[in-house]
């Protein structure tokens, strides 16, 4: 007897998959890019210096874009350190926030070469902390530019006439917060992005601008930026970080992550109203409207779990991620992909060793529960369109921060009044995204139960859409229980399988489980 109904509404689309959902995030802090990724001395290294088995890792992921070198990495660096010989460039760079050396061996050629080996777009943070508007215009030239000019023709003068093609910039990261270098007060970042995206689009206007975003501490900073960029900056930042040590808690999640999308949305509404003259600050606050308006898009360039690890010289931010951290992944990739209207670039934070998704050291790599999570999403909607997936499921309570409050204390975590927490009386035991790729002729359906301690039947209806045979590839997450995680010693033991089967008209989905179904049209 089904408890639950999951109606798949085939000609309701939310919204399109677009090409920049599943990015990857690598920085130059911790050991994610110096001593990761990029460590000539391992056994491993290929002759570019990079780890075969870390290059590997991220391919299977099919990273739409990397960001790169930060995050607060980007602080450090001017980027004409990051560019041409090695030998010329400055040995090493100090990332003060944890007072350690980062190498500039990895510098921009060898991201951009990376991003082509592996099909994606490179999305380059410009130090809008202690460089200039004009440093960044000047790097669009070097890297874009085909023209005879200074900066073209350095990047000529480094051995390379073609030029990169960058099409991804964001201008600084968290430049509103006090662990950054060149931290800014909003009017002030506002103006600097104003200047520096009029110049860098001069050189070359088919690039993309990503402005800092703050979300919901301070919508007055969003704000600010918006009405200083609209007409210009093609998308607004937001970080924000998720997960509790109860399992349920980080069911809810993904309830923060919507509310934080609405509240920002709101306001590029208002500021895209601005834009196109019917908003009554228009004429009076800012002169003439912007000639080119179009709406700006959200791009949620760093989110992830973390609620355990600190930032600490030795195993800086290294979080050791179990299954349960893995369906909030899911289900955090679910609300990204609900969005992707107005979500218009996404990347988990980080690749490597931070935050990561894969954990590398001298003895190998394995790949974190989460890792498995991300594919298993990314594979299953890879293109085509997110259709409306009504659910009637039982429902359960449960509480999560209303934003990024650092490390969880477990003990704590417990108790029902801190004022921190939103209260959730009604998260849904199922959590169902489904896609359709016309052009495949393929529907996909990933389902997260939530439900801890027992299964969850429900009954499965199509409308608008019609499966061709009831024999469907069923892909599942697979481990011992919410705590189970991988380690170097046991790299498997949170994995997924794949198996074809019958369907009936009823799922059993198992207690707390990711089930993807891939059906043909
Ligand atoms: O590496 C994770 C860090 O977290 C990023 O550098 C920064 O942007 C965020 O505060």
Redo the contacts with the bound molecule.
Sequence with gaps: MAEAEIIVMGCNTLADIHPFLYGQFI?M?GTCINGGLYDPTHPQARSDGLRADVVEGLRELRPTHIRYP????ATYFDWQELVGPRDERPRAKLFRTQNTAQSTAFGIPEAHALCRELGAELYLTVNAHTQSPEDAAHLVEYLNSTRPTRWADLRRTHGREEPYGVKLFGLG??IYGN?QAGQKSATEYARWCREAILQMKRVDPTIQVVVCGLGRPNPEWDRTVLFETVGLADMISV?NYFGRPIFRDSMSAFRVCEAMFNGLNALIDEAADTALGVHPLTHRELGSPPAVPFRPLIAFD?WNVWYRSKHDPEHD?EEYFNFGDALTVASLLHVVLRNARTVGLSNI??ALN??ALMMADKRGLFKQTTWYAHKAIRDAHAAGRVVETPVAAPVFCAKHERFFCGIVNPEKARDEKLPSLLHFNDVSALDVLASIDDHRKRMTLSVIQKLEDRPLTAALTFRGVTPRTDRVMVTRLVGASVTAGNTMDQPEAVHLTTETVRLGETVTFPPASLTVFEFDL
């Design positions: 920085e802090a930060g995050g607060c990495g990261n968290e662990w970080h760093e931010l934070s980080l931070t935050l």
